[in-house]
Structures are given as C-alpha cells and as structure tokens.
C-alpha cells in the first residue's frame, strides 16, 4: 500500500523512470545511431565539403538551441507556480525530446545507400540501413521538434 512506503518513495517515483527510459535511450543509441559518414571528415575533399555545410548550417542550430534552451525556459519562469523550477524542468524535457526525436524520426526515415540490396544476405556492408545517421541537419530538426513541444507545454501551464 501506498500508506505504508516513506513520504521520499512515493514523491521520488518519476527519477526511477527517468533513469530507466535514459538507459534504453543511450542502449538505443549504441546500438543505431551513428555520425553522419557522408559528413565524417576523412579525406581533403570531404574536409571541405564538410566545413563548408557545418559553416552554413551550425550557426542556425546555435540560434534554434539557445532559444530552446535559454529562452524557453526562462520564459516559463514568469509563471507563478512554476517559476522556481521552470528551466531545470525545460532543460530535462528537451533534452529528452531532443533524444527521443533523433531515435524516432531515424526509425521511421531509415537511409539506405543503395535501396536494392537483399538484407537476407550476409554481404550487406554497403548499406547503411540498420544506423541512424546524425548531423547537424538531425540536429535542428530535433530543435524544432523540442520547440513545438515545449511550446505546447508552456500553452498548457498558462
């Protein structure tokens, strides 16, 4: 019965889930998530295609992250209520939605290099399909999607 656990278990059961949900999280990222290979800097060739996407497209992550990060949060702390724990609580939550949309949106836009191989065979190696490929572009999708859901959320504490 509820009654008969401490007053600290009961009102501490939600870091037990969080611990949990950000263990599968980070087994899910092991097992699937990789850097972007196309981006990877390996060659000269690739070190200038690859600064030159990161120099065009970095800055608007920075801009996107900030305003999630910073602005949200401390836009929430004119609530009454929840001003005191207004930008821990927005930084726990879009650090998780960010995570959660990488792994999401790579599950349901898997990237395959070259779409007619058979996975039944064993020399699948040219494919990329069982990995989620993340770059800076994955990465601001994933802001937008934090700022869509952190906006709702704000439309529901006010």
């Given amino acids: 019965?509820?009654?008969d656990r401490p007053k600290t278990m009961r009102t501490s059961g939600h870091i037990f889930t969080l611990i949990i949900m950000q263990s599968i999280i980070v087994l899910l990222f092991a097992l699937f998530a990789r850097y972007d290979p196309k981006t990877a800097q390996k060659s000269a060739h690739s070190v200038e295609a690859g600064s030159a996407k990161i120099r065009?497209?970095?800055p608007m992550f920075q801009d996107v992250h900030v305003m999630i990060f910073l602005g949200?949060?401390?836009?929430?702390?004119f609530l009454r209520?929840?001003?005191?724990?207004?930008?821990s609580l927005n930084l726990l939550c879009a650090a998780l939605v960010i995570e959660v949309f990488i792994l999401v949106s790579g599950f349901f836009h898997l990237q395959?290099?070259?779409p007619e191989v058979d996975f039944l065979s064993p020399n699948c190696t040219t494919s990329s399909?069982?990995?989620?490929?993340v770059n800076v572009g994955t990465?601001?999708?994933a802001d937008f999607a934090?700022?869509?859901f952190l906006i709702s959320f704000c439309v529901v504490l006010g």
Avoid at 81 to 87: D, E, G, I, N
């Fill in 112 to 114: 395959c290099e070259t």
């Fill in 129 to 133: 399909w069982p990995y989620i490929d």
């Fill in 139 to 141: 990465m601001v999708s």
């Fill in 72 to 77: 949200i949060g401390f836009l929430m702390t």
């Fill in 56 to 58: 065009d497209t970095y």
């Fill in 1 to 3: 019965m509820a009654g």
């Fill in 81 to 87: 209520k929840y001003s005191l724990s207004a930008v």
């Fill in 146 to 148: 934090t700022a869509a």
